[in-house]
């Protein structure tokens, strides 16, 4: 910003802005944004722009308008006439007129807005909210405000003043009856405690009157509750740390606990996790019908970085889907959706997994997106690109500016926060903290400021005004069921991608992700050949029956997913994410993988004219996963009499013998095996039928030739390919101790986070 027009913000914000100050301002940043598109604001190109916009805005428009723009309409059609400076003139007369028409939009006149500022540490989406916990640079500050007069003025109003202490705020949401004001804030301690420390402080849920009055903290203990979003049922939803655990792949430096969906009552009581995914999410907002849509970092077998897609679940946690993103590269990191209001459609921030959270911004038709039928990747046909100046970050390129926190009024307009500079991010994107400032954008891609303070960032714009509130979605959960709930699943062969014919399905193999304990640190402990891997369990498998539907029981509160696989035990299609169940929920899905809003056939299936299937344990060596007891002992009793290790043995050595972190059968197999990983392994991030591990690994044609065939049983060749499938890890745990004993050979039981 330079360096006048922020001196006079500062000024403006802190006293009202006196009619010239503020009309200083506002050409100001006009000018600003004009050399942001490479032009001038005396140019023939920015005034036709402008011009062209009002007249849009006249168009909905009575009385003076039409006639004012006739005027101005003349004197820009003799451009050559005008020097410089009466250019410059006439398209500032054109740009207020526009100006106080956008503002005139009964969406927003006369509406207060809700805001908060805060200085943000920079390095990556994870850093947005918990960053506090490593940089103590001065980060501290900011609080909640409210713009009394948006448009007229920049005067504000302070609501949380010093009240709180110095601290970090973030987050920020207003009830459906603009009475209540929630917000999430960390008082910050004058030195740094270790993240370890029980000293260390956390963010907690406040909420006030929206007069700053009737201040009140809603959550405490030790974890981090943040992103306040109040329900049509009365209810709270947030993310909070309470689930324990952390992402799997943080540098040392940077302990990042793992946040999840939870859910409260308005006064802090009543607790409870609606999301048991074993990484990250963000950004829960209410759209139209009463779902719940909320970010998710998701990468169960496939890269770790990339892939923050939109999922939506009911208000009780029951029925989480994927809404859009988790298939695409194309679009980096989906962040901030808010509903349209008279609308479907869900406005977001196309941002980036290495940078802070911003972006451009996008619109997306949940009822129009689709897979690509040759990629099976997310087709961006339903994206309505609304700032297309601005790149999705690190998919084609870096942005040179961008957005953050949208609020829409309608299809139509928008309340934002926006940046004149590059977005922050990691390595050599890194910089200091780029300021948003509060604008009214149009979908012409017309920018108004409301608000801009210099030294620090404003950000969550929220119009101070009553909104419908949608339906409550019911419950639906069964007691009876106790702590379990039930799958059903219509047809497996409806897929997006057909199944081979000659492999049909006899199984489903439920495998339970397990959050990562122990250590917040990429790659420690390592679990196998993969990077970033997740420790699992096979919890069982079930039957498929001849129509391709399966009905079942599962435990409830476990992140979940699923293999298909033959009759030789090899799987053919896996999930790429996971799925829970909540207690006495009972969940049915079409088929595997199957296209959007597909419907189940009319037919009654066969698995549902039983009762429902109880999952069958796998073998020794799968609850948790372990090599040493799944593996080596067939590798022992099979092959290590000629594959011992010794000079002019054939390779590989096939014996349990120490070897590094792990042995020399699991080294020496290391060439004839494919796995998913961060960034290597098996390509592509969807999942292609008939290309899962043990497909693609040479050891899955090796167990199978002719000349090993016979030296194995079935049932010790199917243990090789589960494993294969199972990603090939070595250990099932990050427990010290338990790694210990599983690299003996002992078995070890279920670790408690779950």
Known sequence: MPTALGAMLAALALAGAPPDAYRAAVEAD??????????????????????ARARRFAADSAGALPEALAALADRA???????????????????WVARNAALANPLLAGKPILFLERKRFICQMLHEYLGYYYDYADIAGGGVFLLERPGASFAVRDLTGARLGRGNFTTLALSYDARTVYFAFCPRAEEKPDYYSP?????HIFAMDIDGGGLRQLTGGPDDDFDPCELPDGGIAFMSTRRGGFGRCHNPWEPLPAYTLHRMDREGGRVRTLSFHETNEWHPSVLSDGRIVYSRWDYVDRSAAHFHGLWTSNPDGTNPMELFGSYTEAVNACFQPRAVPGSNKIVFVAGAHHAAVGGALVMVDPDRVTLDPATGETRLDALERLTPEVCFPEAPGWPA???????PLSEDWFLVGFSFDPLPGMGPRVNEDTETGLYLLDRSGGLELLYRRPGISAMYPLPCAARPVPPAIAGACDPALGDEGEFFLTDVRLSHFPLPASRPIRALRIFQVLPKSETHISDRPRLGYARAESARMLLGTVPVEADGSAYFRAPARKPLYFHAVDAEGRAVQGMRSVTYLQPGERRGCVGCHERRHSAPPAARTLALRRPPSRLAPGPDGTRPWSYMRLVQPLLDARCAACHDGREGAPAPALTGAPRGEFTASYEGLKPYVRWYEWGEGIPGFVTRPGRMPADVSPLGRIVADDRHRGLLNDEERRAILLWLDGNAAFFGTYAEEARAAQRRGAAVPPPELQ
């Open 30 to 51: 006009w000018a600003r944004q004009e050399t942001r598109r490479g032009r001038a604001d005396d140019s023939p190109a920015a005034i036709a722009e402008a011009l």
């Open 77 to 95: 059609a003799r451009l050559d006439d005008l020097d410089a400076a009466a250019r410059r003139g006439l398209y500032r007369e054109i740009r």
């Open 199 to 203: 000293h260390r402080r956390s963010f």
């Open 401 to 407: 500016s961008y957005f953050h926190a949208p609020w």
